[in-house]
């Protein structure tokens, strides 16, 4: 059972475009980050072992940028990633982005292009 629910993007449409654009440029591998706020919002891609079905952040890599972030009063507002094969939704293995700001935007290949969806948790 998948408790995540697609929703309105809460983002501005600067960041949605960034986004998209990330996942442009590892195209044809999944690419991962967060979306933080200070001031204003930052995407922050992570440097992931990835490849067109699946994407793994080394936690020697997520732990100390959690830490870092925590200690500088930034804000994880949601995370990310790319689904370079058209799968509309999140993954059974992609549940664990629930840790991560409480919304998921997914970016979603089409059209030769991605197209962000944001998701919810609901549990
Ligand atoms: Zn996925």
Redesign the pocket.
Known sequence: MTLWTETSHSLPKEILCELTSIAVASHPY?CVGLVVWRRRYWTVPLPAIASPRS?LVDPAVLIPTLYLLDHHSVCIVASF?S?PNG?ER??K??DGFRLYGGSHI?LVREHESFTPRTFIWSS
Do not use: A, R, T
């Open positions: 999944e994407v990633h689904h799968l999140p993954s293995l992609d997914l």
